[in-house]
């Protein structure tokens, strides 16, 4: 079983940048591929992206293409979550999650296995 926590989120300008990270302890981060969500006031929770077990691929929801960067340092057993040009909606709740099925890339919530507790991000516009 795998422990993770978020943190790098807090309050930053429009048009600033963010990186978010994912520490993962208790067991190595490379038996999982890895996904972001957020979750924003009176909303459901949204996949962000994820990327397979040892980097090799990555997969972005329409969204946050472009500006959101999901990258992985198995040695450090952390992931990141680059964001550029922050927008007031992307203020939300961040969380990571790891799925122990590898090299699927999913979507979906109930897909993923271990949660952490979130890493609030606000936007100011």
């Known amino acids: 079983q795998v422990q993770l926590v978020e943190s790098g989120g807090g309050l930053v300008q429009a048009g600033g940048s963010l990186r978010l990270s994912c520490a993962a302890s208790?067991?190595?981060?490379?038996?999982?591929?890895m996904g972001w969500f957020r979750q924003a006031p009176g909303k459901e929770r949204e996949f962000i992206g994820a990327?397979?077990?040892?980097?090799?691929?990555?997969y972005y929801a329409d969204s946050v293409k472009g500006r959101f960067t999901i990258s992985r340092d198995n040695a450090k057993n952390t992931v990141y979550l680059q964001i550029n040009s922050l927008k007031p909606e992307d203020t939300a709740v961040y969380y990571c999650?790891?799925?122990?099925?590898?090299?699927?890339?999913?979507?979906?919530?109930?897909?993923?296995?271990?949660w952490g507790q979130g890493t609030q991000v606000t936007v100011s516009s």
């Open positions: 208790g067991r190595t981060l490379s038996s999982y591929d």
């Open positions: 990327i397979t077990w040892n980097g090799g691929r990555t």
């Open positions: 999650a790891a799925d122990d099925v590898r090299g699927v890339l999913q979507t979906r919530e109930y897909e993923y296995d271990y």
